[in-house]
């Protein structure tokens, strides 16, 4: 679990992608959650924040994506 306001670090537990990926969703969701009720209270519909970060996501997985075909 988390502590304060930190991000869980990876386990380095040698394990196939989709089981990084679950445990890298575990420790950011604490994060998402707060920022998710931070928009919320400021007046933000929980599906406009949902899509904007779900379009965040997208623009940084494609960062990564053309980063990767560079190299």
Same mark, same amino acid.
């Given at each position: 679990?988390?502590?304060?306001?930190?991000?869980?670090?990876?386990?380095? /537990?040698?394990?196939?992608?989709?089981?990084?990926?679950?445990?890298?969703?575990?420790?950011?969701?604490?994060?998402?959650?707060?920022?998710?009720? $931070?928009?919320?209270?400021?007046?933000?519909?929980? !599906? !406009? /924040?949902?899509?904007?970060?779900? $379009?965040?996501?997208?623009? /940084?997985?494609?960062? /990564? !994506? !053309?980063?990767?075909?560079?190299?």
């Amino acid at each position: 679990m988390a502590e304060g306001n930190r991000i869980n670090a990876p386990s380095r /537990v040698a394990r196939g992608t989709l089981a990084t990926v679950e445990e890298c969703k575990s420790a950011l969701s604490p994060s998402l959650a707060k920022l998710l009720e $931070m928009a919320t209270t400021a007046g933000w519909q929980r !599906h !406009h /924040v949902a899509i904007a970060l779900a $379009m965040f996501a997208d623009e /940084v997985f494609d960062e /990564v !994506h !053309h980063s990767a075909q560079a190299h």
